[in-house]
């Protein structure tokens, strides 16, 4: 696939090698504060309908994943109240995988004429522009979902309101080793000229 640009601009060169990294290989250290806060400010360049800024990132380190770990247990009891133990530890451990745990939620408008996908399609970008911006500065990250992210209670103990999205747990750390890069993908599946009905 010819590049069209005799050199990528460095921008798109670190969107094009962008990888998750499993938590498993998402060692110590986690990102340090100014890291953190140059990957919640590129969030915040995520296209926004109204001006809303729903974006809101809870940062979770040390002992606070195993409370963490805590919340998604109990929720995972409620929901399912015949869980065996061991499946419960399992999920107790699961936020000790990585250094630090990002839950990332949107505070949703909903009186607001910006529909709610809108909303939330603006605080998933941010979300996307967090995790590119990890990345770049070297940091391994992944984003993942679990059941607990629709639950209330949850929600509320990481302070949110009912009617507010949690969009997922961003794991991150300093990644294990060589870390994964993509081969870059065929992007022809994926795009089509329109010229007219
Ligand atoms: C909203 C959302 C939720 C996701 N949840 C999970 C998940 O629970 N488990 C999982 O293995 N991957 C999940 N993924 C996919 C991973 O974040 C990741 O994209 C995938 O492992 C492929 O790696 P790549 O990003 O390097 O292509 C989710 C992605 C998104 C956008």
Do not use: C
Not at 119 to 134: C, D, K, R, V, Y
């Amino acid at each position: 696939m010819p590049d069209s640009l005799p050199t990528l601009p460095p921008a798109l060169a670190a969107l094009l090698a962008r990888a998750s990294v499993p938590p498993r290989q998402l060692g110590e250290p986690g990102p340090d504060a100014a890291a953190l806060d140059r990957a919640v400010a590129a969030a915040l360049r995520a296209p926004d309908h109204g001006g809303l800024r729903p974006w809101r990132f809870v940062l979770i380190a040390g002992p606070a994943r195993v409370a963490l770990g805590g919340l998604l247990a109990a929720s995972l009891a409620r929901r399912d109240a015949a869980t065996p133990p061991e499946r419960l530890e399992l999920e107790r451990a699961k936020p000790l995988r990585a250094p630090l745990v990002i839950a990332a939620g949107a505070v949703l408008r909903h009186d607001h004429k910006v529909p709610l996908w809108e909303q939330e399609a603006t605080a998933a970008a941010g979300t996307m522009n967090l995790l590119n911006a990890l990345d770049a500065q070297g940091y391994g990250a992944i984003w993942l979902s679990s059941a607990a992210l629709g639950d209330p209670e949850v929600k509320r103990a990481l302070g949110f309101a009912e009617r507010d999205a949690l969009l997922g747990w961003i794991y991150a750390g300093t990644p294990r080793g060589e870390r994964p890069r993509p081969e870059r993908a065929d992007p022809a599946p994926h795009r089509r000229w329109w010229s007219g009905p």
